[in-house]
């Protein structure tokens, strides 16, 4: 079974870090690309930050460029997304998701079509 387990979330004053992890078992992650989308509240899910296994490519969307850095681990099995210097928009529920395409690493990964599996969400409220 394809699963994919998110963690590491909790709540941050402004300017705080934190680090998210995302599993996977039931398949590895060679060979296709994982990304990290966040939704928050009354908003709709957007791409934060995705990376190829191979480590390269990286994509991230605007807001988070030079804050927010995506990680791959193939022999954990594991993405890692350490955000820094965090604000309150930042606030949101944080998905991992699997493009078992491997799909080009560019804007389009910001799309949740970009992706066929997802993990559950782990939330990130960052306080002013």
């Known amino acids: 079974e394809v699963q994919l387990q998110a963690s590491g979330g909790g709540m941050v004053h402004t300017g705080g870090s934190l680090r998210l992890s995302c599993s996977a078992s039931?398949?590895?992650?060679?060979?296709?690309?994982i990304g990290w989308l966040r939704q928050a509240p009354g908003k709709e899910r957007e791409g934060v930050a995705c990376?190829?296994?191979?480590?390269?490519?990286?994509y991230y969307v605007d807001s988070v460029k030079g804050r927010f850095t995506i990680s791959v681990d193939n022999a954990k099995n594991s993405v890692y997304l350490q955000m820094n210097s965090l604000k309150p928009e930042d606030t949101a529920v944080y998905f991992c998701?699997?493009?078992?395409?491997?799909?080009?690493?560019?804007?389009?990964?910001?799309?949740?079509?970009?992706?066929?599996?997802w993990g559950q969400g782990t939330l990130v409220t960052v306080s002013s």
């Open positions: 990376i190829s296994s191979s480590g390269v490519p990286t």
């Open positions: 039931g398949f590895t992650l060679d060979n296709y690309n």
């Open positions: 998701a699997v493009d078992v395409g491997a799909r080009s690493i560019d804007s389009s990964s910001a799309q949740e079509s970009a992706y066929d599996y």
